[in-house]
């Protein structure tokens, strides 16, 4: 699938859009291939600080726990309450489904992070294609 | 079929089947409690008794009583170690006057074997390991007997839960078929020989004559998420060498009045000394998911016991756990805490199993 290119991308499978000095987060089409049925997401609390590279949350599929690296530093401003109901939204539209709002601590952060051509080619390889 | 694989005992098994040919572990979960669902079980274990002591033999290792069994009659139960603990649960089927078959686990097939081996000595009996004969596929669901019933001459309306037949089926001569299953739904398990050839001739058979019925192939994941909600045990969580019958709650399997069997002693002591901990069902009241090995807390967060298995259930749409908690805390209504990644979320003692199927009305 052709990863949208209004963002970049984290080797962790997580896409983070920018806006300005907001950013938004969700987990990306192999992400929510690979877990298979979710049924649970943890984000944290409006206000929480994250820090690049470090664990934010969970998001369980019926099998298993998966972590959720945060890719990039700053302060979460909103969260999205859906998927406290729905959370199989993320399995149907894991590009449109997003996480969590964040205001920028350092923007420069993200270019260190992958291009969606890049990631597609980290994807390809990691899937063994 | 493009499966996600895991290693599994030395196994390389289907967890799920792909979302695009309309799997995933939900979508098999749910199948096999409304329709129809197939898996390959290849990788549970067969050993076969036979002889003039072959019923002798059983009931010295196995603690049901198998002089109930008439031909053509199964029986859970369950192989004890000396201190009343498991070596495997197990499914006892009498296929003639003198022949059983004990159908055990993938994990336990070397282990049992020798023990079963090792167990009989003193009996006029063959014990013979067949699971590398044999291919078993299950085939479990509400329709599963219509679609098994196209492949084969057998009249399976005849065969009662917890019996075997033997047919014809899809040519092969002969094949045994039981009513027994391990996701609480009615089904059967059949046992085809393993070549290759024969085994991926007869899958995809029963694929095939199962699009009638919207057949699904599952994985292990969604055997793990059915048996969980029929509160059917798994060796190494419910049971296990450190666990004994009276803990795990199969007292109705063993029949303490029959001669002695191997267990027996240890099992009349821990009796009279009374239970230390009970297996209970478990219900999250909170937002969570409880799984294997997390603690059981009481509400002052004093850690009391251990989730054996958890899971989201497909069916029941809730969040179920089964947990050795002390038996003052296994009343249903009691409120505990699960503990999820530091932190204690609500949970209730339920009755189980969580799920029973409904009766057939036809």
């Known amino acids: ?129 | 079929m493009g499966a996600k694989m895991v290693e599994f005992n030395g196994w390389d098994m289907p967890v799920e089947y792909p979302a695009s040919i309309g799997c995933g572990i939900i979508n098999e979960h749910m199948a096999v409690r409304t329709g129809v669902g197939i898996f390959d079980v290849s990788h549970m274990g067969d050993i076969r008794l036979a002889g003039p002591q072959a019923l002798a033999a059983v009931q010295h290792i196995s603690m049901n009583d198998a002089a109930k069994l008439s031909v053509g009659q199964a029986q859970y139960s369950a192989l004890l170690y000396s201190n009343g603990t498991f070596v495997d649960d197990v499914i006892v089927h009498r296929l003639g006057e003198d022949e059983y078959l004990l159908v055990i686990n993938a994990g336990t097939r070397e282990k049992d074997f020798s023990w079963v081996r090792d167990n009989t000595r003193q009996f006029d009996c063959a014990v013979e390991n067949l699971s590398d004969d044999f291919t078993q596929i299950a085939i479990q669901g509400p329709k599963a007997v219509n679609l098994l019933q196209k492949l084969t001459d057998a009249d399976l309306s005849a065969v009662k839960f917890y019996w075997v037949t033997r047919g014809k089926l899809c040519g092969l001569a002969d094949i045994l078929m039981g009513r027994t299953g391990y996701t609480a739904e009615d089904g059967f398990e059949i046992y085809v020989p393993a070549d290759e050839a024969t085994s991926a001739r007869i899958w995809n058979e029963i694929l095939a004559a199962g699009k009638d019925f919207d057949v699904v192939p599952c994985g292990l994941g969604a055997r793990n998420t059915l048996r969980l909600e029929g509160k059917l045990p798994l060796y190494g969580h419910e049971i296990s060498d450190t666990i004994n019958v009276w803990e795990a709650g199969l007292d109705r399997f063993c029949k303490m009045e029959k001669a002695d069997f191997v267990g027996r002693g240890a099992l009349e002591i821990a009796k009279a000394s009374g239970l230390q901990r009970t297996l209970v069902g478990l219900e999250m009241t909170e937002r969570g998911i409880a799984r294997d090995g997390y603690k059981v807390l009481d509400l002052n967060d004093r850690e009391i016991g251990y989730v054996t298995s958890g899971s989201p259930a497909p069916f029941l749409k809730k969040n179920i756990a089964l947990a050795y908690v002390p038996p003052e805390f296994a009343a249903v209504g009691t409120a505990v805490k699960v503990e999820i990644r530091g932190q204690g979320a609500g949970a209730v003692v339920v009755p189980t199993p969580f799920y029973k199927r409904p009766k057939k009305t036809t």
């Open chain 1, 1 to 129: 699938m052709a990863y949208p290119m209004d963002r970049k991308y984290t080797k962790e499978h997580e896409w983070i859009q920018v806006n300005g000095s907001t950013a938004t987060v969700g987990i990306t089409d192999y992400a929510q291939q690979s877990l298979g049925d979710i049924v649970f997401v943890e984000t944290p609390k409006v206000g929480a600080e994250l820090t690049s590279g470090k664990t934010f949350g969970t998001v369980e599929s019926v099998k298993a726990v998966s972590d959720l690296y945060a890719p990039a530093s700053g302060t979460v401003t909103e969260v999205n309450g859906d998927l406290a109901t729905s959370p199989e939204k993320v399995n149907k539209d894991p590009h449109g489904s997003w996480m969590l709002k964040l205001t920028l601590k350092n923007p420069g952060e993200l270019d260190g992070l992958l291009s969606p051509a890049d990631y597609e080619k980290f994807v390809n390889e990691e899937a063994g294609h």
